[in-house]
């Protein structure tokens, strides 16, 4: 009997079809035994004959079977001895070694999710065509090292524009995410600095990638204007990762007071400051809190952005711009790297951000997110009430709530939770030290719908 699962995310006819094969391989289903028609298995497993069919199908095309008219499927003779062992991937052992595959949550609040209705994919594809239309002839060769001028110049005047950041398209590099951009920064750093601060808690990335190129890391602790300056300036980092105008996790916006004192410490000691302005554009009361850079353009802070909060995560397009201090040093270093970014992908996005579609974009997902973030806090309210602190409330894709008379762990909740189809990270991952005091939840809710966050967060309530 076979077992078809359709929480598998192998296709169901993929998983018959493997089955039937690993059969015939092994010699349990014999040469010329006859398959069940199509109508019968598929009766047999409550699955559709397209399912049965398709697996038969591709059997048939690659041989595992013949027909013979009017009379079905039947088993073809295979040489035992020559034949390929029938090779599940627990038989490769690729368990070992294979990540589990991500569990699929009713609920899923992991806080990097996006509307899953709201990638402009039409405008996506006509960009795409544009820009192959326009410049095939350029896909003969390798792209600009750096990034596409033509999307150089698009993220130039869109920074200027709506995030103060006052730069040259020849500062701004092209990357794939995050992690690419800081090992670029890592690389050019680390002649002359060892000890990166990072803040904590913060996001775990660049204390990886840091940690990854032998820097020492320097958590610094987060209040409700941002990294701890005193902290910072006691200890003896000469490089600090930050995320002033939308911190993460917590969603504190750092005061132009605490800006000034972080760029004087920058000044003053020849320290670069790494500013992620990851989300900034999805400000849900006021105006976007204008860039670190904006203020200080002449100084040590390196820029890093994203398309992967409006646009799509799953594109792998995001920039950094560097300070004219680090020009020289990265062409020497980078000079003869190519981009890690398809020229196809850039161009349609240099094509998206000249036609406006980036910028009415922003201005709808502002709109779609506003929306699911005022469920949220409501059904925090109204399922909570004083039993949650809600905080980093009015911008970004998630809140972050603190329990202060939960009995439960947070461990406990994670599991209870998965027990429900709730999907939660682990908030004490974005502690340097992996703990967390207070049990500390984070709500991601770009990814799911209205109707989702309120039985989401009314389930949430009951587990706590
Ligand atoms: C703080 C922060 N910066 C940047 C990113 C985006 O990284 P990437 O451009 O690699 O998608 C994320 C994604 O979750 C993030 O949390």
Known sequence: MFILSSSDTVPLYKQLYNQIRDLILSGKLPADSKL??????ANELSASCNTVDGAYQELYAEGYIYSRPRSGYFVSALDQEMAPHATTSAKLGRNDFLPPPPARFAYNFHPARLDQESFPAALWR????????????????????????????????????????????????VSSGLHQGLEIVAQLLKDDHSVVGVEDPGYHLPRAVFENHAYTIRPVPVGQSGIELNQLKAGDATIVYVTPSHQLPLGYVMPV????????WAESGGN????????????????PIPSLQGIRPTGNIIYSGTFSKILSPALRLSYLVLP???LGAYR???????????????RAMACFME?????????????????????????VEASFGKRAVVIGQGAGLHVVIRLHVTPLSEAEIIAKGRQKGIGLVRFSDFHATGNCENVTLMLGFGGLTGNEIEQGITLLSQIC
């Open 126 to 173: 006509k960009c795409l065509i544009e820009g192959l239309r326009g410049n095939s002839k350029e896909l003969s060769h390798y792209g600009d090292l750096q990034g596409d001028w033509r999307l150089r110049c698009s993220i130039q005047s869109y920074l200027e524009k709506s995030r103060g950041v006052m730069c040259d398209p020849e500062q701004i590099v």
């Open 36 to 41: 069940p028609s199509v109508r019968h298995l």
């Open 332 to 346: 020497q270093r980078y000079g003869s790297y190519n981009c890690s970014v398809s020229l196809v992908e850039q």
């Open 355 to 379: 036609q406006g579609h980036w910028e009415r974009h922003i201005r709808r997902m502002r709109t779609v997110y506003k929306k699911k973030h005022d469920i949220l806090l409501r059904c």
């Open 324 to 326: 004219y201090s680090l």
């Open 272 to 287: 670069f400051i790494i500013e992620d302005d990851y989300d900034s554009e999805l400000r849900y009361q006021g105006n």
């Open 257 to 264: 007071a605490n800006r000034l004192a972080l760029l004087e």
